[in-house]
């Protein structure tokens, strides 16, 4: 869930409609497309060479560009896979020219952009759809309509978002930002202006609020007496799923993962925790599982979504 600093600094500077990975030849393309609700989002389409095994499509975190997970996009590219990744709305290449004003739900991300996403790539495309979602994308993907189309789903950094889930020193740092600098960037800039603290991609402010909200509670929006009716969608998902979280991610550790996880009450689950030096990384945080040292992680995903049994 967390947008920081980080993932700007990992960002390609290259726009991604123009991109091309020069060491795998594969090519990026954007592709415009409209939600059901008429909104304008963008995505981005990562072919292989010759006719691609399956489809995979990258529900991303709150607050981070889907420009950031073009390494990932590149190396699922280079085993045949074509990839696809989205900005949601007021985020990256889908934002309006103006942040102050602009009325979404938090929830639109899952509903209508992810949605259309998913229906663009289920209508155009033969074989197997498979999902990756980080962060937010964990809770997305029990939000989707059509959901069945999609054949396995792995996340990565998906937890309740509660601060008692995290370590002192994160949680001092997460309520600070919850009770006195969101609200009072919020209320000066009328969106959550992170930017203005490094901290990543600016949110909308019904976005910022919302998250706020929720994240008051042990298990999110499951705990919210508005957003009972949720349980039951997640509990609809009957798909093999991958839940990885690292030991050292302190917005997501593993139970905050299995706090919020358990909601996909149907599915055929795994919780995997992981150890960072078990793939070569000193590292990896919220954001780490997607730098390019993270390439042992990615193998192992992939070789599990693409499996046939």
């Given amino acids: 869930m967390s947008s920081t600093a980080q993932a700007q600094k990992q960002q390609h500077a290259q726009d991604p409609a123009q991109s091309t990975d020069h060491a795998t030849n594969t090519p990026s393309v954007l592709v415009s497309l409209s939600a059901s609700d008429g909104y304008k989002i963008q995505a981005t389409r990562t072919a292989p060479t010759g006719n691609p095994k399956g489809h995979l499509i990258v529900a991303g ?130 969106y959550l202006a992170w930017s203005l603290l490094g901290m990543g991609e600016d949110l909308p402010k019904n976005v910022f609020l919302q998250w706020r909200h929720w994240c008051q509670w042990p298990r999110y929006f499951f705990d919210d007496p508005e957003q009972a009716h949720l349980a039951h969608e997640f509990a609809q998902v009957a798909i093999p799923i991958r839940a990885i979280n690292a030991i050292d991610d302190k917005w997501a550790p593993p139970d905050s993962r299995d706090a919020f996880m358990a909601a996909y009450s149907q599915a055929q689950l795994e919780a995997i925790t992981i150890q960072p030096t078990n793939y070569g990384m000193t590292q990896i945080g919220h954001m780490g599982y997607f730098r390019p040292q993270a390439h042992m992680l990615w193998q192992e995903t992939l070789d599990w979504l693409t499996q046939t049994k």
């Avoid at 290449?93 to 938090?106: D, I, Q, T, V, W």
């Avoid at 939000?143 to 996340?155: E, I, K, N, Y």
């Fill in 61 to 190: 975190a709150t607050g981070v560009p889907q420009r950031f997970y073009q390494r990932f996009a590149t190396f699922c590219a280079a085993q045949g896979i074509e990839v696809w990744t989205l900005d949601y709305r007021g985020i990256g290449l889908s934002k309006p020219a103006e942040l102050r004003g602009f009325e979404m739900n938090y929830l639109d991300w899952a509903r209508q952009d992810l949605a259309a996403l998913l229906t663009h790539v289920a209508t155009l495309t033969s074989g197997p759809i498979w999902m990756v979602g980080h962060s937010y994308g964990g809770h997305a993907f029990g939000l989707l309509p059509g959901h069945q189309r999609v054949s396995r789903f792995a996340t990565f950094a998906t937890g309740a978002g509660w601060h008692g889930w995290m370590p002192p020193l994160e949680r001092l740092r997460v309520l600070v930002m919850w009770r006195v600098l969101g609200p009072l960037i919020v209320r000066a800039k009328g």
